[in-house]
């Protein structure tokens, strides 16, 4: 842990002595998430026992591995290009979280620890944080799969969901309070149409896969995840109207991906099949993954959908962070006037 908040330190200090200006809408951008979302926490903190770190890892935008869960960028990077630098150092990767979203609400106590100084906590603080960008997620995901692979049902793994979305719900409150005014709240994927649980959930029932080939199942979690997610986000915006909440929607753009891959640039023959990978229907085999040794990668990553069986590929990513700045996989887009950013944030802080 000493490791990891070191490192958000220094990351941090990036954000110290900026403003936001009409170039650059935000102060900075703080992600948390899951390893869609990991600029490379995950790596530091586990230290050398993650596939992220080697290449094929990292092999179409940064020639290395830079760990994260991809070829190249993430959704995050794209944003933060777009809003709040020309560098990738502009976002502040928040802890990667993989058993609870509980430990959301302690990385919301990291920020304001690290950041704000006992003598900053009040206006200069909560001034910084009205003009930063906050990505809550996506979460949930990896729980539901956590409860799967114990064996539990499908229905069984829905029955966390109201703590899951409650506990997303208190992360955003609690940034409120520190006064964050601009989150992000990405849902999860389709996660019946994922190569790695179409390999392990394989079924000899035609029936139990939709004309997209995916488990129509196992994309219950996901579509039902989100609409209790876009409920919570709705009311958060209602109890909170001078704040902007935006929902950040993985599932669609997926969904869309599969039903006319050609059209978004995925030539790939089998939409469903993997770029890096050790074979199998999907080339995904859980004993041959992405960044082991003998496990190679195509030699045109952005043909493709998904990367290594559970994360996509950077054209994937890039599709999607587009849909959430302008449209139309974010309600409302990320991508607002800068002036109207300011204005509001200018005339919210000293009334919050």
């Not at 900053?120 to 995901?141: I, P, T, W, Y």
């Not at 793994?157 to 609690?174: N, W």
Request: contains cysteine.
């Amino acid at each position: 842990m000493k490791l990891l908040v070191l490192r958000f330190l220094l990351l941090i200090s990036c954000f110290s002595h900026s403003y936001a200006t009409k170039d650059q809408p935000y102060n900075a951008i703080f992600s948390f998430g899951n390893s869609y979302a990991d600029t490379g926490n995950f790596v530091a903190l586990v230290n050398g026992a993650t596939p992220y770190e080697h290449l094929p890892y990292g092999m179409t935008y940064f020639s290395e591995p830079t760990g994260r869960a991809s070829d190249g960028r993430l959704v995050i990077d794209f944003i933060a290009k777009d809003l709040a630098s020309t560098t990738l150092s502009s976002v502040v990767s928040l802890p990667y979280f993989r058993w609870t979203p509980q430990l959301i609400l302690s990385s919301v106590g990291l920020i304001n620890s690290s950041l704000c100084s006992a003598t900053q906590r009040n206006h200069a603080c909560q001034d910084f944080f009205s003009k930063s960008l906050f990505v809550l997620g996506e979460f949930g995901g990896n729980d539901y799969s956590f409860i799967l692979s114990a064996g539990k049902s499908i229905s069984e793994a829905k029955s966390y969901m109201p703590v899951v979305i409650d506990t997303i719900r208190q992360a955003a409150e609690s940034l409120l309070k520190h006064g964050a005014l601009h989150m992000v709240i990405p849902g999860i994927l389709p996660s019946g149409c994922v190569p790695i649980r179409l390999t392990i959930y394989a079924s000899k029932n035609k029936y139990d896969y939709d004309s997209l080939r995916c488990l129509k199942e196992y994309n219950t979690i996901g579509f039902d995840h989100n609409m209790m997610l876009k409920k919570t986000v709705a009311k958060l915006q209602n109890t909170y109207p001078l704040a902007n909440f935006i929902y950040a929607d993985y599932y669609e753009p997926v969904i869309q991906f599969l039903q006319n891959p050609t059209k978004f640039g995925f030539t790939v023959k089998e939409p469903l099949r993997i770029c890096c990978g050790g074979g199998g229907p999907y080339n995904y085999y859980s004993s041959a993954t992405c960044g082991q040794p003998g496990v190679s990668a195509c030699s045109n990553p952005s043909t493709y959908i998904n990367w290594d069986g559970i994360h996509l590929t950077e054209a994937a990513y890039r599709i999607i962070a587009t849909g959430w700045l302008k449209g139309p996989y974010a309600h409302p887009p990320i991508s607002i006037s800068v002036q109207e950013i300011l204005n509001y944030s200018e005339n919210i802080v000293t009334h919050w």
